[in-house]
């Protein structure tokens, strides 16, 4: 009973320092919780509710021992609000500050914004003189259709370690998720996809079963529609990069557990990896035949930050149709880079610890069961605080949008762009190999197969030749940093115009 008492009057005084310290949006967080702090206390100071002579416990032990087990859970989902909370006020306060410092807080904001490949006009609003501004509703409604992939919690341990949540290590790991999720949607919805969730028509219906289908792929579990967990990340990162659950990955080492996973599962989409920045086309079509392929880019553009020579690339990169995003961040935290307005680049940042979805039988997701995966506030960061390890990602589709995300690049090369990639015809001479087929497979197609991929190359070639004599026509013009590139295609049903 003594102990109870002093329980109490622990919870008591505990809840009453939360709630002065804590947030308005936190307090009713508390008055949840407070019922069930005493079984968490109890928890913790390693207190044995059962009597010791039972052999079974009670219907009114089970409850305690259940309020125990809630209690807890309660107790992590609030942290984890309490620190969601904190690091939303840190980084508008950082931002705002960096913005303030390079004197572009109280500048006009640049009416001139591209997400993945799309450009926007933003018309100003009258007597509208900050950066901090919203955006407009197919801004932000385009923005929350990327797959928003953060740090989880109360999943089913990872390996054979005690993991139950990434978070503080799994950053990388979940910024190379939302850049396969976006070449998944890419490939499997197209750009500019939308759907209504409560629709009975029947392309609505299709479309919400791919994309409940595609945010599978990266639940935290070992099932196996979830190709892309953080588990299979975790574990095949420790096969490909020596590195135990819990440690940090880099970005190289992320594109590389990606296309290891890719391989595994027989994808639909195929991971193609570079770290010299050459793509190597004879490798793309492989056996003579393309497929779907993502090209992860593999970069450092620095020593602490980025080199500002690469600031115009990594600026039309997210302007390239191809565009999947860029998987980089600040020094030690990354983000997932999806777009430019200015000198600064929109992002998805993964450091927000969310619950697990647990799996349903027959995909029976709601809207609201998938919400985490979605995010309506766009967020920047200018260049200058950019860390300079950096993975670009690009979807092609077809060969002949690869032709055409070879003849930009060569374009931007040929303008005085600093590309940190290029386009060579042959094999790469390091390329890992791809999983052997049988002998009498191999030496019956070899031939077949090498006039087949010369036949592809040869078609890439004229696709490239007849993209660069179509946009013969290229407009210089200055800007803040001096001369810079604006392309215009007029042969494209789009304008595709790098304006930096």
């Given at each position: 009973m003594v102990l109870m008492e002093n329980t109490d009057h622990k919870v008591v005084a505990a809840t009453a320092e939360m709630r002065q310290d804590a947030p308005a949006t936190v307090s009713s967080g508390l008055d949840a919780t407070a019922g069930t702090l005493k079984a968490a206390v109890c928890v913790a100071e390693?207190?044995?509710?059962?009597?010791?002579c039972a052999a079974q416990p009670s219907d009114g032990q089970q409850q305690q021992q259940r309020a125990i087990s809630e209690g807890t859970a309660d107790l992590v989902d609030l942290r984890n609000h309490v620190v969601n909370t904190l690091r939303e006020w840190y980084v508008m306060a950082s931002d705002s500050i960096a913005s303030l410092?390079?004197?572009?807080?109280?500048?006009?904001p640049p009416r001139e914004l591209w997400l993945l490949g799309k450009h926007y006009n933003i018309e100003a609003q009258p007597g509208e003189q900050s950066w901090l501004v919203g955006y407009p509703p197919d801004v932000i409604s385009d923005f929350s259709h990327l797959?928003?992939?953060t740090y989880r919690s109360k999943y089913a341990p990872i390996d054979t370690s005690a993991f139950t949540t990434d978070a503080g290590w799994g950053c990388m790991l979940r910024a190379g998720q939302m850049l396969m999720a976006q070449a998944l949607q890419l490939h499997y919805l197209g750009r500019d996809w939308v759907f209504s969730w409560c629709s009975s028509i029947a392309e609505d219906k299709h479309k919400r079963k791919v994309y409940i289908g595609?945010?599978?792929q990266f639940f935290d579990n070992y099932t196996p529609t979830s190709i892309f967990s953080i588990h299979r990340m975790a574990a095949l990162g420790r096969q490909f990069e020596g590195k135990d659950v819990g440690e940090w990955f880099g970005p190289y080492g992320t594109a590389r557990i990606l296309r290891g996973l890719a391989l595994q599962a027989g994808h639909d989409v195929s991971v193609y990896t570079t770290t010299d920045g050459v793509v190597y086309l004879a490798d793309i079509c492989e056996e003579g035949e393309f497929r779907p392929t993502l090209i992860l880019v593999a970069s450092m553009l620095g020593i602490d930050r980025v080199n500002p020579v690469y600031y115009s690339f990594i600026q039309a990169s997210l302007m390239l149709p191809q565009s999947a995003g860029i998987a980089g961040g600040r020094p030690s935290s990354a983000l997932y880079f999806v777009g430019s307005q200015g000198d600064e680049l929109l992002y998805l940042d993964p450091?927000?610890?969310?619950?697990?979805i647990k799996e349903r039988e027959g995909d029976d997701y709601s809207q609201a069961d998938l919400a985490t995966y979605c995010c309506s506030t766009p967020k920047r960061i200018a260049l200058s605080?950019?860390?300079?390890?950096?993975?670009f990602g690009y979807y092609c589709g077809s060969l002949e949008s690869l032709a055409d995300l070879r003849s930009r690049v060569d374009l931007l090369?040929?303008?005085?762009?600093?590309?940190?990639?290029?386009?060579?015809?042959?094999?790469?001479?390091?390329?890992?190999?791809s999983p052997p087929t049988s002998l009498s497979t191999r030496d019956s197609n070899m031939q077949a197969c090498k006039e087949s991929q010369a036949a592809q190359l040869a078609k890439l070639s004229e696709f490239s030749s007849a993209e660069n004599s179509a946009r013969s026509s290229v407009r210089s013009r200055p800007n803040s940093c001096g001369a810079e590139i604006v392309l215009e295609s007029e042969c494209s049903d789009e304008e595709w115009v790098t304006e930096l």
């Open positions: 390693h207190v044995e509710l059962r009597p010791q410092l390079d004197g572009r807080l109280l500048q006009q797959v928003w992939c595609i945010v599978k450091h927000y610890t969310r619950p697990v605080r950019l860390d300079p390890c950096m993975v090369a040929n303008d005085g762009v600093n590309a940190v990639m290029s386009f060579d015809e042959g094999h790469c001479p390091d390329m890992e190999p």
